[in-house]
C-alpha cells in the first residue's frame, strides 16, 4: 500500500522560506517521478513542481527560481525547497507519486497535505 507522508508546512513572514518534505512507502520509489501540488482556498490543485525519476526538475512559472524540487532516493523522500515567499503562495501542499514524459502524469496516490501559510 502507498502511503505519502508530507512535512514542514507552517506560517512564515513574505520573503521567508521553507522546506517541505515528503516521504514515501509502500512503493520502488526510484522509478517514479514525484510532483508537488498546492491548493488554495476556493481554487483548483496545480501542480507546483515535478521531478523525474532521474532527477530532471520542473517548475511552473510562477515559482520558477524561488523553489527547488529534489529527491533522495536512499532516504524515499522529495523535498520542496521554497524561498521568497510570497503571500499568493498560502495553500496546502501535496505531494503525488506520478510517471513524467514530456508532461508530468499524476497517478492516484496523495499525501494528506501540509498547510503553509505566508502572512505578516
Known amino acids: 500500500q502507498v502511503q505519502l507522508v508530507e512535512s514542514g508546512g507552517g506560517l512564515v513572514q513574505p520573503g521567508g522560506s521553507l522546506r517541505l518534505s515528503c516521504v514515501a512507502s509502500?512503493?520502488?520509489?526510484?522509478?517514479?517521478?514525484m510532483g508537488w501540488y498546492r491548493q488554495a482556498p476556493g481554487k483548483q490543485r496545480e501542480l507546483v513542481a515535478s521531478?523525474?525519476?532521474?532527477?530532471?526538475?520542473d517548475y511552473t512559472d510562477s515559482v520558477t527560481g524561488r523553489f527547488t524540487i529534489s529527491r533522495d532516493n536512499a532516504k524515499n523522500t522529495v523535498y520542496l525547497q521554497m524561498n521568497s515567499l510570497k503571500p499568493e503562495d498560502t495553500a496546502v501542499y501535496y505531494c503525488?507519486?506520478?510517471?513524467?514524459?514530456?508532461?508530468?502524469?499524476?497517478?492516484?496516490?496523495w499525501g494528506k497535505g501540509t498547510l503553509v501559510t505566508v502572512s505578516s
Open positions: 503525488n507519486l506520478g510517471l513524467r514524459y514530456s508532461d508530468y502524469l499524476p497517478m492516484d496516490y
Open positions: 509502500g512503493t520502488i520509489f526510484s522509478i517514479y517521478a
Open positions: 521531478i523525474s525519476s532521474g532527477g530532471s526538475p
